[in-house]
């Protein structure tokens, strides 16, 4: 059976929609296609036959729209082959990383008909004068907190690269 596959990812200040980009093009690299859409533009998933999901975190959650395609979606996403990414942490600190994945854990125990063939957390990126609604309310404050938060990216393009060669090789395998 040929596969279709399909990276769809949640984003709010578009780290994780670069890291989405970077896996489609690994793709690519390594022979296969893959369809790119944030997962509030999808309305059917017909047709696709291995699902790559990308997520942030956000106080221990994945935002609104990414449960909203699972809960939406549900009856497609059981039947595919899926993958998971979590963007999180913002230092190389191992702590954060096991901390984001209990994070990622727990959000997924909303959804035990999903059998994830990978759940990989990537690190992320901190950008005071990136951040999202509600928490960009931060910058009108006469004192904002955030103000002297260092930016920080730790997205990891080899590890971003390996995992998704290593899923293309999984794709093949089956094809
Ligand atoms: C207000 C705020 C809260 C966050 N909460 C968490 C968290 O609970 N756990 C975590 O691992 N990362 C957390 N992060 C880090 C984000 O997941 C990281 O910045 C990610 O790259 C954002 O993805 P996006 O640019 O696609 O929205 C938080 C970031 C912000 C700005």
């Not at 769809?8 to 980009?21: F, Q």
């Not at 059998?115 to 609604?133: C, E, K, T, V």
Request: glycine fraction near 6%; include cysteine.
């Amino acid at each position: 059976m040929s596969s279709s596959i399909l990276v769809a990812y949640a984003t709010r200040s578009g780290s994780t929609a670069e890291v989405s980009e970077s896996i489609v093009a690994a793709l690519r690299e390594a022979g296969l296609w893959a369809d790119l859409v944030p997962v509030s533009k999808i309305e059917s998933l017909q047709g696709t036959t291995d699902l790559i999901l990308g997520a942030p975190l956000y106080i221990g959650k994945f935002p609104r729209d990414f449960h909203q395609f699972l809960a939406h979606q549900r009856s497609a996403i059981a039947k595919m082959r899926t993958w998971c990414f979590v963007l999180g942490p913002t230092r190389r600190e191992p702590a954060d990383f096991d901390a984001a994945r209990k994070q990622a854990e727990q959000q997924f125990t909303h959804y035990p008909w999903l059998h994830l063939a990978g759940l990989q957390i990537f690190g992320g990126r901190w950008d005071a004068s990136l951040l999202p609604f509600p928490f960009s309310l931060a910058r009108r404050l006469p004192f904002n907190p955030l103000a002297k938060v260092p930016g920080e990216d730790i997205r990891d393009s080899t590890a971003i690269h390996d995992w998704s060669l290593a899923i293309a090789g999984q794709i093949k395998h089956a094809a």
